[in-house]
């Protein structure tokens, strides 16, 4: 017994600061911080939650407020798969996310090696150019979009959604900060061994840089997975469209607008964004950290 209560006097105990008492050592530092970040996670939870249920239930068990799991998952799957074929535009948002993601991040690439490692005539004004583009959204450009794609015919395809958005001024941006951290003599010494410029950045620079591709990569597929104007304006084919216009069309049902079938199509359209966040979470987290030491 003596040595029980021994062991239990020397074990180390968390002062509570505020209201100066002692705690047992399993109660967190800074309790009050962790209940306030639970409260906060729970109420934005709350409608992610609210969305898997609507997505079970009928209009009938929706208008009743019910906030548990209806049974009419496997009427509102058939409407969204066979009825809705939104499986065809999950796949269509999937190969124009990732093309644009893939374009995105090489000229990405390429372009940083360029204003960064090479010297041409011009080059901070055509910089500032591109840094000027991040200030005119794609709504702003979308006519002159659309007269060019219909000048070069391929509207109406998987090019016309991925061509005109190959180029990025903020990944343009990104990988010119992020080469810039980069010590000159890595560049200095692979010229001393002979290596060109494409060797330089093959063996050197993108193993240095996941991190800033994974960010990158993260906000590019989100960024095109979401894309809804110029998807519905320059497409015809409802076999070729993508997810958002694909989740447009439950909107409408046969006998009006169906709340459980639009909330199911809802949910499938956030898992592909949601596994590549997972999947890069770590590049994106270090990603954007414009460090010498990243």
């Not at 939870?45 to 548990?68: D, H, K």
């Not at 049974?71 to 796949?91: C, K, P, Q, S």
């Not at 702003?140 to 060019?148: D, N, P, S």
């Amino acid at each position: 017994m003596t040595s029980i209560s021994a062991e239990r006097a020397s074990r180390p105990q968390v002062q509570d600061v505020a209201h100066g008492r002692m705690l047992p050592p399993w109660v967190p530092k800074r309790l009050h911080i962790h209940v306030f970040l639970i409260v906060v996670c729970f109420i934005l939870g709350i409608p992610l939650f609210y969305s898997f249920i609507v997505a079970t239930q009928s209009n009938a068990e929706v208008f009743r407020y019910q906030f548990w799991p209806g049974n009419n998952l496997a009427n509102n799957w058939d409407v969204v798969i066979n009825a809705r074929h939104l499986h065809t535009y999950v796949l269509n948002s999937i190969v124009v996310a990732i093309a644009i993601t893939a374009g995105k991040t090489v000229l990405s690439l390429l372009a940083g090696l360029a204003f960064v490692y090479f010297r041409f005539p011009g080059k901070w004004l055509v910089f500032s150019f591109i840094l000027i583009t991040l200030m005119m959204p794609t709504e702003v450009l979308i006519i002159a979009l659309f007269r060019f794609v219909n000048s070069l015919g391929i509207a109406n395809s998987y090019l016309a959604l991925i061509v005109p958005f190959l180029a990025s001024a903020t990944g343009t941006f990104l990988f010119r900060q992020h080469f810039s951290n980069i010590p000159a003599e890595l560049a200095e010494a692979a010229q001393l061994d002979g290596a060109n410029p494409m060797q330089f950045l093959w063996r050197v620079l993108i193993p240095m840089s996941w991190n800033t591709i994974g960010a990158l990569a993260v906000v590019q597929f989100v960024y095109a997975w979401n894309m809804y104007t110029w998807p519905n304006l320059i497409i015809s084919d409802d076999t070729l469209n993508v997810v958002q216009v694909g989740i447009g069309t439950l909107r409408a049902g046969d006998s009006g607008l169906q709340f459980g079938p639009l909330m199911l199509g809802s949910v499938i359209a956030s898992i592909p964004p949601v596994l590549v966040f997972i999947l890069l979470q770590r590049q994106f987290m270090s990603g954007f950290s414009l460090s010498r030491d990243k």
